[in-house]
């Protein structure tokens, strides 16, 4: 079909005006498959931003301000719970979060001595650079439970023991 026969058909409404000139009636079904997974990969695109700005937003918390978020975020996937019971639940671990700290934080000096034997015999077993990696970790897990202590009075020993280098 020429330019002209599908003007003149056009004029007279016997032609779609989403098809151009020329264009056969069986690509038709090729095309709304082409446009259909142009949208679907465009969807896929748009919900990965959306998660990883959520996820972005939450890191940016304090962890303590996403440990009732994150509890129930794990009782969620083990239990399949629903919307309103993780809600639930992370209300709950708020509401007992700070008694729990200060729970741990008083049982702590009844636990130090085991743990600074624990540290010494697996820093025994690292080599230098493996021991400051230990130590960075223990400080974040110590932070994490909530406990204001110096994670360098409970390794210091090992730090004497090796004459003062980690």
């Known amino acids: 079909m020429s330019q002209a026969d599908w003007t003149r058909e056009r004029e007279n409404g016997s032609v779609s005006l989403l098809e151009p000139p020329g264009q056969s009636t069986r690509s038709r079904p090729l095309l ?4 259909g997974l142009v949208i679907f990969s465009c969807g896929i695109v748009i919900g ?4 990883n700005i959520r996820h972005e937003r939450q890191r940016r918390l304090p962890l303590k301000d996403r440990i009732p978020a994150l509890i129930a975020d794990q009782l969620q996937r083990d239990l399949t719970l629903s919307r309103a019971q993780h809600d639930q639940i992370a209300d709950i671990v708020r509401d007992h979060q700070e008694e729990m700290r200060k729970l741990r934080a008083e049982l702590f000096p009844h636990y130090r001595p085991l743990l600074q034997e624990f540290v010494m015999d697996v820093s025994k077993v690292l080599s230098p650079e493996q021991q400051s990696a230990w130590k960075v ?6 932070q994490r439970m909530g406990i204001q202590d110096n994670i360098e009075s409970i390794t210091k020993q090992l730090s004497d023991e090796k004459g003062g280098t980690e």
């Open 48 to 51: 990965a931003a959306a998660m």
């Open 32 to 35: 709304s498959i082409g446009m």
């Open 137 to 142: 970790k223990l400080r974040d897990t110590i």
